[in-house]
DNA sequence: GCCAACGTTGGC
DNA sequence: GCCAACGTTGGC
């Protein structure tokens, strides 16, 4: 089972929109390596650290699962969303996603600053990685489990 | 709002 | 295949 961290923007959609909603299709990632992390990496049931990106305190805010298995992105084919792909065709997806489940919203967040100070704990870890920018990354159970004990 | 870092695009 | 230009991400 491996683990995993998910930007999400809060203005866009929060833990708290998770929690209402349940199940989210994780639409509109565009990158080629966050995409293929959902594609050929992600298995149900895996656990994820939902983050809140571009916000006042960023950091890890709550625990989601993945919940389905890979399947392509609609918003690619719908020319009205603003991540159409008018190169993307049906016959062959360029995009794909997984639905990602709420599992539980922490007491309190894990801010960006608390990680940076523990940076040397954390090892090698793709969210402090300088100039980071992916939005779906892997995280190890040590990672994991050490953002569990901050909460 | 600024801007550094980075990915993508497209001309050659 | 190189690389300049451009667009986006995301912390501050």
Redesign the pocket.
């Known amino acids: 089972m491996k683990h995993w961290l998910m ?1 999400s ?1 809060p203005d866009e959609f929060s833990i708290d929109a998770l929690e209402r909603v349940r199940t989210e299709p994780w639409s ?1 990632v ?4 966050a995409r293929n992390f959902m594609l050929k990496d992600m298995k149900v049931g895996d656990p994820i650290l939902f ?6 305190v ?1 950091g890890v805010v709550g625990i989601a699962e993945v919940a389905s298995a890979p399947y392509p992105d609609p918003t690619q084919f719908d020319p009205k969303s603003d991540y159409h792909d008018p ?1 993307s065709k049906p016959d062959e997806p360029r995009w794909w996603l997984v639905d990602v489940g709420f599992q539980r919203k922490f007491k309190r967040t894990v801010s ?2 608390e990680l ?1 100070a523990q940076a040397e704990a954390f090892g090698d870890f793709a ?1 402090l ?7 779906v990354l892997p995280v190890t159970p040590a990672q994991f489990k050490r953002i569990l004990s901050m909460e």
């Open positions: 930007k923007e509109g565009r990158n080629y390596q983050y809140h990106s571009n916000c006042a960023p190169a960006l600053e940076k969210l990685r300088r100039g980071n920018r992916l939005s």
